[in-house]
């Protein structure tokens, strides 16, 4: 019943911007937290942006902060995140995930905190 749709990925150059999108579905939206995760080739999955159902509190990974912006719509179940100032290592599968919680949790050793995740939107970063 919980569904998660991202969209918004594409072929950025370095220094450029991108938005990405992810449609919540089946679930009361704004009582729950969401969160970024990505994944590089070969890598693990890493915690990206989370924010909390209030859409005011928002936390990044030390690697996109000041570059990346978590935001949320509550009214159209929506949460973004914006890309700017890509670099090329910002390549990766990118996902948003719903919290079990209202709150989320800054760079997590693990995504237990996570009940679902969506299929993913491929960003990558090239010149």
């Known amino acids: 019943q919980v569904r998660l749709v991202e969209s918004g990925g594409g072929l950025a150059q370095p220094g450029g911007s991108l938005t990405l999108s992810c449609e919540a579905s089946?679930?009361?939206?704004?009582?729950?937290?969401m969160s970024w995760a990505r994944q590089a080739p070969g890598k693990g999955l890493e915690w990206v942006s989370g924010?909390?159902?209030?859409?005011?509190?928002?936390y990044y990974t030390a690697s996109v902060k000041g570059r990346f912006t978590i935001s949320r719509d509550n009214a159209k179940n929506i949460v973004y995140l914006h890309l700017n100032s890509l670099k090329p290592e910002d390549t990766a599968l990118y996902f948003c995930?719903?919290?079990?919680?209202?709150?989320?949790?800054?760079?997590?050793?693990?995504?237990?905190?996570?009940?679902?995740w969506g299929q993913g939107t491929q960003v990558t970063v090239s010149s």
């Open positions: 924010i909390y159902s209030d859409g005011i509190h928002a």
């Open positions: 995930g719903k919290s079990r919680f209202r709150t989320v949790v800054m760079d997590p050793v693990n995504l237990v905190e996570y009940d679902h």
């Open positions: 089946g679930f009361t939206f704004s009582d729950y937290g």
